[in-house]
């Protein structure tokens, strides 16, 4: 525990003007980003009687080894500062306000040629438009089915949408009306993006008008005599009011405002968020918080506004926010809002009429979020402490391990090995730190090697990161790590949304880990209390003699097999055996599981990869940009394959000398085996008709098979 004392800064060093202020622990970790509209007055506050503190902002100064400033201009640059940094350090002792789910939109991608309605999740696409947030997927699909009667937008994708382009033939939407058809030119670009535009119009608020466009239209048809033309209007018109009745109207005067309500306790705080677009409620989202810090309702109202707008512009930022209460001073938030808007934002408490009333169910909702969060979270809690606990008790543990690592081996008969490293903090899974190994020491399928070699590399980092941080335990010496500390190993990193990311990049760790020098997270810093691999006696005495050989004795290690959920210690030729009901056999199978998940996920992107080959591979000095050039040019391989010299000179950037290159390379390359789909049992076949061919190697063939045949070689 530090003395706020020893690094408080001298009498007049602290400037008296607008500011961002970053408090930073003994290895230079962020841990608490804060602004200030008089930096000078704001961080003599920290610095007074540890008696006069609040209990959580005594423990923060206490943490805290040193702080730093930042003088801006004036406090609107502040409030964009502070978000920015609290984004980028994620600091321990601030209010982060994390989403209970990922909530879907309603989104027209405008930003292409043939605009389409689909669901989206996750971050926001320059071009796109978006409406809700929904609470749940299908109601989005439902009012779609609705609105595609009289607004008959693309919503395929862009594999069906070429398909059928080079068919001729549309999709089943196309068939019974629900979708114009551009695919097959049915209508024209600029009236498909009419057409889309309309929807959006419609979707954004913009009812009235439009509804009675058409009941006008129905009237003349009716009084032409057209009476299919006025059944069909009369039809579009019921759909269009089946699929407004689904938001009602809140506010009468077709207001577009955010009504933000919070319910707290002395721990925790819940925050709702109603989305009003043209008077009724088109969205709405929830989050909760651990108050972390001494925080009023104000300044939590304040933190929600920043992660609500932080990344949004325009017509995304409404012209009214209403909030319970102001965040002091409100004039820079106000002047924020304004700007990431670009026209002036009312920011306001409700007081009176329907928006008071809209309000008061706000709060009712953020109420009922927070008591529920409350319920499930000491459920979960009370379950997963019995967990863990129960595997310190059969394992023989000091404490029970907050922090579990999963490893497990994955490969397709002895090729394209590799390891997956899953993590489980107090008995969750933390998917921003999992990792994924390339087995590269040796070739060939040897469960046990493989194993000792992922353990090594993995905890060489760790030990290196403790090396270089001077974090050693007392009378431990860097050449207690073994031969090779420091060596940069092939471990990468795939995100929570199980996006592929190269296995050989340096990246990352998103999340509250040990950070580097500038404060932001390390890579393997945090060491866990137990670690589990997939498998019996020989794989937990591969990964014990690879700690014991880097000198890591503070580590338990256990193994999991499969056939009879037995649980293994290094050195015990009878294994544990759980309770088939018990929390902790449950907690280790999930942790197994997924790391069985994680692994064969990987080895099956590496092999798709591998099949995906083309025989421009391997000629060389060919990049990836000159061989795009090559396809575009020619088509396909086959192509590219029959044309001479001189005609692959006529590429941009190829040359005579490559030109001769990738010929012989082609020409080396005999066609192998068509393609198949492993999920279809179909040939693949190229523009040309002709089925495809892929290979491993120039001149051999990839391995056939049935989808049932590949599963069961998988490891």
């Known amino acids: 525990m530090a003395d706020p004392s020893s690094y408080r800064p001298r009498p007049g060093e602290i400037p008296d003007s607008p500011g961002v202020y970053r408090f930073r622990d003994e290895h230079r970790r962020v841990i608490y980003v804060g602004k200030a509209k008089s930096l000078r007055q704001r961080l003599a506050n920290y610095f007074q009687d540890l008696a006069n503190l609040h209990p959580r902002t005594r423990t923060m100064v206490t943490t805290a080894a040193s702080v730093e400033w930042t003088v801006v201009s004036t406090e609107v640059e502040a409030l964009q500062l502070e978000y920015s940094w609290i984004k980028e350090f994620d600091p321990r002792f601030n209010v982060k306000y994390r989403d209970d789910k990922s909530y879907p939109y309603l989104a027209v991608t405008m930003n292409e040629e043939f605009p389409r309605v689909q669901v989206m999740r996750g971050h926001k696409k320059k071009g796109v438009r978006y409406f809700g947030p929904y609470g749940h997927a299908w ?55 009419e057409l889309a535009e309309e929807f959006c119009d419609f979707m954004a608020g913009r009812t009235g008008t439009y509804l009675r466009r058409l009941e006008r239209q129905m009237a003349d048809a009716a009084e032409e005599m057209e009476y299919e033309r006025a059944a069909r209007l009369r039809d579009d018109i019921g759909a269009l009011k089946k699929a407004m009745e689904k938001s009602a109207v809140v506010l009468a005067d077709a207001t577009d405002a955010d009504l933000i309500a919070v319910a707290e306790d002395e721990l925790e705080a819940a925050v709702q968020i109603f989305h009003v677009r043209g008077g009724r409620v088109r969205g709405q989202r929830g989050w909760v918080t651990d108050k972390v810090e001494e925080i009023t309702t104000g300044a939590l109202v304040e933190h929600a506004l920043q992660q609500l707008y932080g990344e949004e512009t325009g017509d995304a930022v409404p012209k009214e926010v209403l909030v319970p209460a102001l965040p002091d001073p409100v004039e820079p938030v106000q002047q924020w809002l304004t700007e990431r808007r670009g026209s002036g934002v009312s920011l306001r408490i409700p007081q009176r009429g329907d928006k008071k009333a809209l309000m008061a169910t706000v709060e009712r909702n953020a109420q009922q979020a927070l008591v529920l969060h409350k319920t499930k979270r000491a459920s979960d809690l009370t379950t997963r402490s019995r967990a863990l ?203 197994r599981d997924e790391a069985h998940r994680f692994a064969i996920t990987y080895q099956r992107v590496k092999r798709a990869k591998r099949f995906r080959s083309s025989p421009l591979d391997d000629v060389p000095g060919l990049g990836e940009t000159r061989k795009q050039a ?3 040019h020619f088509g396909s391989v086959k192509k590219l394959r029959a044309a001479t010299i001189d005609q692959i000179c006529e590429v941009p950037g190829i040359g005579r000398k490559t030109a001769e290159t990738v010929a012989v390379a082609l020409a080396r390359a005999t066609p192998a085996a068509p393609a198949v789909n492993t999920a279809t049992g179909e040939i693949m076949e190229d523009e040309d008709g002709a089925p495809e061919t892929t290979t491993d190697a120039p001149g051999e063939p990839v391995t056939a098979g049935t989808p049932d045949e590949r599963r069961g070689q998988e490891r």
């Open 389 to 591: 606990e129960e595997i310190a008790e059969a394992l023989d543990l000091d404490s029970a391990p907050l922090r579990i690592e999963c490893y497990d081996i994955s490969h397709l008969q002895g090729d394209d090995v590799v390891a997956s490293m899953v993590v489980f903090e107090d008995g969750l899974a933390r998917k921003s730190e999992y990792r994924r190994f390339q087995i590269k020491g040796f070739a060939g399928q040897d469960d046990v090697r493989s194993m000792h070699e992922v353990i090594t590399r993995r905890f060489r980092r760790y030990l290196a990161e403790k090396e270089r941080t001077g974090e050693w335990a007392d009378g431990q010496d860097a050449d207690t790590a073994g031969p090779g500390v420091g060596d940069v190993a092939s471990e990468g990193r795939v995100p929570a949304d199980g996006r592929a990311v190269p296995d050989d990049g340096e990246a990352l760790v998103d999340g509250p880990a040990l950070k580097d020098d500038d404060g932001r997270p390390k890579r393997f810093a945090y060491p866990p209390q137990l670690v589990v691999v997939d498998g019996g006696q020989p794989q937990v005495a591969a990964a014990q003699r690879a700690l014991d050989e880097l000198g890591i004795d503070d580590i338990a290690v256990c193994g999991l097999a499969k056939r009879l959920e037995e649980v293994w210690l290094p050195g015990d030729d009878d294994p544990v055996v759980l309770p088939r009901t018990s929390e902790g056999l449950y907690l280790l199978q999930r942790v």
């Open 630 to 632: 090559l396809i575009k």
């Open 139 to 193: 109601a989005i699909r439902d009012t779609v089915d609705l609105l595609l009667r009289v607004f008959p937008v693309r919503t395929c994708s862009a594999g069906v949408f070429k398909n059928a382009a080079r068919t001729g033939r549309p999709c089943l939407l196309g068939y019974i009306g629900k979708c114009s058809a551009p695919c097959v030119e049915r209508i024209s670009p600029e009236d498909h993006r």
